[in-house]
């Protein structure tokens, strides 16, 4: 049973999980769309509609945060300028993950994470 267990560690230890995650979340709001593994998605969800949410307010402090979360300059300012105001009428439900199949190599399910429109 998976009691008060609420996160995927992906084969990694935490600071490497936050910085994969923060990287995967600088590709998804740069390039809109992204494919990576089923459970790599899933976690990807998790962290940016946190993002969203947080730069839907415009403030300092929220942007600090995000930064802090993903230090990436383009896609910070890609999310504050172009994706936030996007969703500014939308209440959760940012992105959208689609599955794939199976890699050739290893068989692990793929998937694709877009931003909804």
Do not use: Q, W
Request: charged share 30%; hydrophobic share 45%.
């Amino acid at each position: 049973m998976r009691h008060r267990i609420n996160l995927r560690r992906l084969g990694r230890y935490g600071s490497h999980r936050r910085a994969m995650l923060g990287n995967l979340a600088a590709s998804l709001f740069i390039e809109g769309s992204i494919i990576t593994t089923v459970t790599r998605a899933k976690e990807l969800r998790r962290v940016a509609e946190k993002l969203i949410t947080k730069a839907k307010s415009g403030a300092l402090t929220d942007r600090r945060i995000v930064i802090a979360r993903m230090p990436h300059k383009v896609a910070v300012t890609t999310l504050f300028d172009d994706i936030a105001p996007r969703f500014a009428d939308r209440h959760g439900g940012y992105t959208r993950i689609v599955k794939l199949g199976s890699k050739v190599g290893d068989a692990s399910p793929m998937a694709v994470i877009e931003l909804v429109e």
